[in-house]
């Protein structure tokens, strides 16, 4: 919308010239001192990575379990008790899709239990215990028993914990895994020699790749995935919810028009739209990356989902085209200036920026997060990424300089009003928001999720804060309003 109002009003076009090169840059007199990232590699988990339950001979629940992922077995073909429990998923029972996700399961099992540099031994039970990012080996049994298990990720969203387990897993009934310093369940994987057991109630964060069975006990919940090599997981009344893998992207949020971002949430267990004051709609499943955007040029968000296991862009009364895959990010945005959005995706692995009939192009490489935005005040976006392990920010053909580092998300927009994008981080651990040349300010912190946008219709972004916990929106010197719920992703700039 402001990108809009810049071209209609004329702003001229400002590229920005290079900063230096060095390790730490001040901005309006404020030093970032970059950090490295924290832990080993994430684990690669290919197709399986959408299962939030994959076995090798069955999969059996006995109550209301609830499984919020794929669900799969193979080679085996059997599936019992779904109903009554519930897949808010797809069943992939003996087919290809479930052979593929057993192959690229063995092949992260593998990775996984081959990793060495690092690695801090354990033994025995490990509850009560705070343990920092990083790569632990058994070589024995592992049980959580005596007290709950604390991860820390010391403030880094990224940092990486992996346990390498000879033999068992288990826990005892009601203890938990507890994450602090903005861990992340989907960075944390468990490789398991044998089998894994989760008492009665437990409530238990990562994935587990265990080489034969895996049994989850009465009323047990897990925030991840249970995935059996060889042999069953049997379920009972629990609650297992894919820590999901696709990321949202939000070129825009004005759903009615009327130049000011509305607050919105996709709800992934139910493919639920709430948009605060207007309209609620069903559009979309667990494993889809909402990708709201203005893609017909009539100055309303369109409400859409990149589906990332087809490649699927859907656009709600749009359109619905093919382009992607399943590692991909999407980067939806204008990327020619004509006042439509483009579909478009970042490979993280190999750098690829690929923007549907418009271009492709490498930039960037493998841990980089993608931050493409309208940093020149053309209307036309640009490709940008930002990598968090030196606070490196660089803009296609425009700049490049140093701001943040790996504990930091990339918050980039319009926070003056000058129809040109700024770079700007937030930073959980402290609530710190910096906007390079502008402005350093204190708001938020911990689990909370940035939602910088034009909430006044002024043409300046506001810094803005969700709270998954509690459904909170704070806008910082505008209003507070509670709109959603733990789980929802937000779904406005």
Same mark, same amino acid.
Not at 68 to 86: E, M, Q
Not at 138 to 145: G, L, Q, Y
Not at 486 to 491: C, I, L
């Given at each position: 919308?402001?990108i809009k109002m810049?071209?209609?009003?004329?702003i001229?076009?400002?590229?920005?010239?290079?900063?230096?090169?060095?390790?730490?840059?001040?901005?309006?007199?404020?030093?970032y001192?970059?950090?490295?990232?924290?832990?080993p590699?994430?684990?690669?988990?290919?197709?399986a990575?959408?299962?939030?339950?994959?076995?090798?001979?069955?999969?059996?629940?006995?109550?209301?379990?609830?499984?919020?992922g794929?669900l799969?077995?193979?080679?085996?073909?059997?599936?019992?008790?779904?109903p009554?429990?519930?897949?808010?998923?797809t069943?992939h029972?003996?087919?290809?899709?479930?052979?593929?996700?057993?192959?690229?399961?063995t092949?992260?099992?593998?990775?996984?239990a081959?990793r060495?540099?690092?690695?801090v031994t354990?033994?025995?039970?490990?509850?009560?215990?705070t343990?920092?990012?990083?790569?632990?080996?058994?070589?024995?049994s592992?049980?959580?028993?005596?007290?709950?298990?604390?991860?820390?990720?010391?403030?880094?969203?990224?940092?990486?914990?992996?346990?390498?387990?000879?033999?068992?897993?288990?826990?005892?009934?009601?203890?938990?895994?507890?994450?602090?310093?903005?861990?992340?369940?989907?960075?944390?994987?468990?490789?398991?020699?044998?089998?894994?057991?989760?008492?009665?109630?437990?409530?238990f964060?990562?994935?587990?790749m265990?080489?034969?069975?895996?049994?989850?006990?009465?009323?047990?919940t897990?925030?991840?995935r249970?995935?059996?090599?060889?042999?069953?997981?049997?379920?009972?009344?629990?609650?297992?919810?894919?820590?999901?893998?696709?990321t949202?992207?939000?070129?825009?949020?004005?759903?009615?028009g009327?130049?000011?971002?509305?607050?919105?949430?996709?709800?992934?267990?139910?493919?639920?739209?709430?948009?605060?004051?207007?309209?609620r709609v069903?559009?979309?499943?667990?494993?889809?990356?909402?990708?709201?955007?203005?893609y017909?040029?009539?100055?309303t968000?369109?409400?859409?989902i990149f #589906?990332?296991?087809a490649? @699927?862009? &859907? +656009? *709600?009364? %749009? $359109?619905?085209? !093919?382009? =992607? /895959?399943?590692s991909d990010?999407?980067?939806?945005?204008?990327?020619?200036?004509d006042?439509?959005?483009?579909q478009?995706i970042? #490979?993280?692995?190999s750098? @690829?920026? &690929? +923007? *549907?009939d %418009? $271009?492709r192009? !490498?930039? =960037? /490489?493998?841990?980089?997060?993608?931050?493409?935005?309208?940093y020149?005040?053309?209307?036309?976006k640009?490709?940008?990424?930002?990598r968090?392990?030196?606070? @490196?920010?660089a +803009? *296609?053909?425009? $700049?490049?300089?140093y701001? =943040?580092g790996?504990?930091?998300?990339p918050?980039?927009?319009?926070?003056?009003g000058?129809?040109?994008?700024?770079?700007?981080?937030?930073?959980?651990?402290s609530? @710190?928001?910096?906007v *390079?040349?502008? $402005?350093?300010?204190?708001? =938020?912190?911990?689990?909370?999720?940035?939602?910088?946008?034009?909430?006044?219709?002024?043409?300046?972004?506001?810094?803005?804060?969700f709270?998954?916990?509690?459904g909170?929106?704070?806008?910082?010197?505008?209003?507070?309003?509670?709109?959603?719920?733990?789980?929802?992703?937000?779904?406005?700039?």
């Amino acid at each position: 919308m402001k990108i809009k109002m810049a071209r209609i009003l004329g702003i001229a076009a400002a590229v920005v010239v290079a900063a230096v090169a060095m390790v730490m840059v001040v901005a309006t007199g404020y030093s970032y001192t970059p950090k490295l990232a924290s832990g080993p590699a994430p684990v690669d988990l290919g197709s399986a990575g959408t299962f939030a339950v994959l076995a090798g001979s069955t999969v059996t629940s006995t109550g209301a379990t609830t499984v919020n992922g794929d669900l799969g077995v193979s080679p085996g073909t059997a599936v019992t008790g779904f109903p009554p429990g519930t897949v808010n998923g797809t069943q992939h029972v003996g087919d290809p899709i479930a052979a593929q996700a057993k192959l690229d399961l063995t092949t992260a099992y593998n990775d996984a239990a081959g990793r060495t540099v690092g690695a801090v031994t354990i033994a025995g039970n490990i509850g009560g215990q705070t343990l920092p990012p990083g790569l632990y080996k058994s070589t024995s049994s592992v049980a959580i028993s005596s007290g709950d298990l604390t991860l820390d990720a010391q403030g880094d969203e990224n940092a990486v914990f992996i346990f390498q387990v000879v033999s068992t897993l288990t826990t005892t009934a009601g203890r938990q895994v507890i994450l602090s310093g903005n861990a992340q369940a989907s960075n944390i994987f468990w490789q398991i020699g044998s089998s894994a057991t989760l008492g009665t109630t437990t409530v238990f964060k990562g994935t587990i790749m265990a080489a034969e069975a895996i049994t989850v006990t009465t009323g047990a919940t897990l925030d991840g995935r249970a995935l059996a090599r060889t042999a069953a997981v049997t379920l009972d009344a629990n609650i297992i919810t894919t820590v999901s893998t696709s990321t949202a992207s939000i070129e825009s949020g004005d759903y009615n028009g009327d130049g000011t971002s509305d607050i919105a949430i996709f709800r992934r267990s139910s493919g639920l739209w709430a948009v605060k004051g207007l309209t609620r709609v069903y559009f979309g499943t667990f494993s889809d990356s909402p990708v709201p955007g203005d893609y017909n040029g009539n100055g309303t968000t369109d409400i859409g989902i990149f #589906r990332p296991s087809a490649g @699927l862009w &859907a +656009i *709600r009364g %749009v $359109t619905s085209v !093919y382009f =992607g /895959a399943l590692s991909d990010i999407p980067v939806p945005g204008d990327y020619t200036g004509d006042g439509t959005c483009d579909q478009g995706i970042f #490979r993280g692995s190999s750098g @690829l920026w &690929a +923007i *549907r009939d %418009v $271009t492709r192009a !490498y930039f =960037g /490489a493998s841990g980089d997060k993608a931050a493409p935005g309208y940093y020149d005040g053309s209307g036309r976006k640009s490709i940008g990424i930002f990598r968090g392990s030196t606070g @490196l920010w660089a +803009i *296609r053909s425009l $700049t490049r300089f140093y701001f =943040g580092g790996s504990a930091d998300s990339p918050v980039p927009v319009d926070y003056d009003g000058n129809g040109s994008w700024e770079a700007g981080i937030f930073r959980p651990s402290s609530g @710190l928001w910096a906007v *390079r040349g502008l $402005t350093r300010v204190y708001f =938020g912190g911990g689990s909370d999720q940035p939602v910088p946008a034009d909430y006044q219709g002024d043409g300046r972004d506001d810094i803005g804060i969700f709270r998954n916990s509690s459904g909170l929106w704070a806008i910082r010197g505008v209003s507070r309003a509670y709109f959603g719920r733990s789980g929802d992703v937000p779904v406005t700039r």
